[in-house]
């Protein structure tokens, strides 16, 4: 089978209502039966459904044990940062988006991770 097939027959069904695509939780928040107690979800910057299909989709696509989504590219960028730690170095486009570079220069770069843009020639044929 092939991984897109395999794919498209991973998508879940939705048990409320027998849909086969995912529904698109807008939420915010979710009931709770007390603090802590809940369904899985409490509130959308937290965990959501519709994402948590898409992260387990993804991570199925790419042989993974798991996927992670992130409202932005920023966002992203951000948490993998994180990672990193004094005397780490970040190699970036000179024309990376302007707030990764901000973040880089005015956030990560105090933190002793040192960031290098490199200048991007463009093939003038292209």
Same mark, same amino acid.
């Given at each position: 089978?092939?991984? &897109?097939?395999?794919?498209?027959?991973?998508?879940?069904?939705?048990?409320?209502?027998?849909?086969?695509?995912?529904?698109?939780?807008?939420?915010?928040?979710?009931?709770? /039966?007390?603090?802590? =107690?809940?369904?899985?979800?409490?509130?959308?910057?937290?965990?959501?459904?519709?994402?948590?299909?898409?992260?387990?989709?993804?991570?199925?696509?790419? #042989?993974?044990?798991?996927?992670?989504?992130?409202?932005?590219?920023?966002?992203?960028?951000?948490?993998?940062? #994180? =990672? =990193?730690?004094?005397?780490?170095?970040?190699?970036?486009? /000179? /024309?990376?988006?302007?707030?990764?570079?901000?973040?880089?220069?005015?956030?990560?770069?105090?933190?002793? &991770?040192?960031?290098?843009?490199? =200048?991007?020639?463009?093939?003038? #044929?292209?």
């Amino acid at each position: 089978m092939s991984s &897109i097939t395999e794919l498209i027959h991973s998508i879940p069904v939705d048990p409320l209502t027998g849909a086969i695509s995912v529904p698109i939780y807008q939420t915010s928040t979710f009931v709770q /039966d007390a603090p802590g =107690l809940n369904k899985g979800y409490d509130y959308s910057r937290s965990n959501n459904p519709t994402r948590a299909v898409l992260e387990q989709l993804i991570a199925k696509l790419e #042989k993974g044990s798991t996927g992670l989504a992130f409202a932005s590219g920023l966002a992203a960028i951000d948490c993998v940062i #994180k =990672l =990193l730690k004094t005397g780490d170095e970040i190699v970036a486009v /000179d /024309d990376i988006y302007g707030s990764a570079f901000r973040l880089f220069g005015s956030v990560y770069e105090q933190f002793g &991770i040192k960031v290098h843009c490199l =200048l991007v020639l463009k093939n003038p #044929k292209t």
